[in-house]
């Protein structure tokens, strides 16, 4: 069996002006195609094949071909399963009281997450991870490496964003902070608010 590229839950235009359509459509049609048809091939004739991704990125991790395509495969359908036109601006809940309890309030979690993506130098992600017990974390990875990896900060990621330049560089050239600023009006808060609340 092998990974497929899931369609949008929106359409390539949905999330404008924040996030471009052009970024949108060769961010997924193009980007998020290409990690998950290499990471098929890197694992024809592997003892990995037919696991899931969570498996294969994990168990996969000392091998580059699966680690990347497979990071790859996992953090891009997180990125478009957790954005979405017209959400709320802030979580609520649960997960509200999570991120109250670690930052002090939801405008010092929203700086410590920006500053994480921004001073991520060159491409990765930006985390915000659930530990067992429901304690949040922000964190950072290179490349697309993820927290289910090891020798990362570990748990379990809610929230992400890609600070790699394709998913930018269309619409705001070298400004990533301006970037950053503008994937807080398109999270999908009620999406995260359910990776938490399933993995806590
Ligand atoms: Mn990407």
Known sequence: MKFELAPLPYAYDALEPHIDARTMEIHHSK?????????????ENSPLAG????????????????????????????????MTPGGATAPEGDLAAAINEAFGSFEN?????????????????????????????????????????????????????????HAYYLHYQNRRPDYINAFFNVINWTKVSERYNANR
């Open 51 to 82: 696991k899931s991704i969570e498996e294969v990125m994990v168990q996969g991790f000392e091998t580059p071909a699966i680690r990347n395509n497979g990071g790859g495969f996992y953090n891009h359908n997180l990125f478009w399963d957790i």
């Open 109 to 165: 979690f929203k700086d410590a997450f920006a500053k994480a993506a921004t001073t991520r130098f060159g491409s990765g992600w930006a985390w915000l991870c659930v530990h067992k017990g429901g304690k949040v974390e922000v964190c950072s990875t290179a490349n697309q490496d993820n927290p289910l990896m090891p020798g990362t900060c570990g748990g379990f990621p809610v929230l992400g964003i890609d600070v790699w330049e």
């Open 31 to 43: 980007h998020h195609a290409a990690y998950t048809n290499n990471l098929n091939v890197a694992l």
